[in-house]
């Protein structure tokens, strides 16, 4: 499937970014609460997508209309690298895309990120753990490959998870809707203290059970509009690019740093 490019104007305006392998919009939000204008790309439909959306095929887009954003977003999909997928011995029942969508994110000549899980092929990918920022109460390892360098806050200590679980010595002990919860298939929390958890009103169960948390984007997304403002030089106030947001985190600084993938 291909798409017409977008028209805008030449005026002051947000930078767009296009989020691609979408889903429910976790990570587009995040870019959205940054300061970029976003639209999402999905081959499924995504009713609960609160953005511009379009349903295409990611590896199939027309590079001109790729090429009127000003950066990618590239979340493809992790089930083939998940520590499920390994145990269970079916990691070949899943697309593996990392490598092809870096080429064709390479080719745009754009800045762009890839989000994947730990275990994926990411080239010196920072890690974000909710454990990172305030107010979310979820443990939940994403890694990012971008072709700028990102600063990370201090990962903390990871807390005891509240469970229904009554095996588990924490099990009476924790409140869900208080203390850090475990957002996946086996049924740990609600629906409720989940979407509490990451800071997500939107979507169901299990659309948050693959989603990442918008904060981890806000927080990538303002490292990214100080790039973008960098590459404008003199006329980045007049281009709109200039970073306005500040990101709350849980260490209260910015102690990590990624390689830049080439």
Known sequence: MKTCPLEFDGSRRKPRLLDLFCCAGGAG????????????????????????????????????????????????????????????????????LIEPVREMLIRSELPYIIENVEGAPLIHPVVLCGTMFNGLRVI??????????????????????????KRKGQYGK?????????????????????R???????????????????AYTQLIGAQLLTYLASRQGPAAGKSGFEPKTRVPTGGGTEDGIASVAT
């Not at 939940?140 to 679980?165: Q, S, V, W, Y």
Request: aromatic content about 10%.
């Open 140 to 165: 939940r390892h994403r890694l990012f490959e971008a072709n700028f360098a990102i600063l990370t806050p201090p990962h903390g200590k990871h807390p005891i998870c509240h469970t229904f679980d």
């Open 29 to 96: 939000v995040g870019y959205a609460q940054a300061g970029f204008e976003v639209v999402g790309v999905d081959i499924d439909p995504q009713p609960h997508y609160p953005l511009p959306f379009i349903r295409a095929d990611a590896m199939e887009l027309d590079p001109n209309f790729i090429a009127t954003f000003d950066a990618l977003h590239a979340s493809p999909p992790c089930q083939s690298y998940s520590d499920l997928a390994k145990r269970n011995k079916n990691a070949h029942e899943w697309p593996r």
């Open 174 to 194: 924790t409140n869900e809707m208080l203390d850090f919860v475990s957002v996946n298939g086996g049924g740990n929390c609600s629906v409720a203290a989940a």
């Open 196 to 214: 509490d958890a990451m800071g997500i009103d939107w979507m169901t169960k299990n659309e948050l059970n693959e989603a990442i948390p918008p």
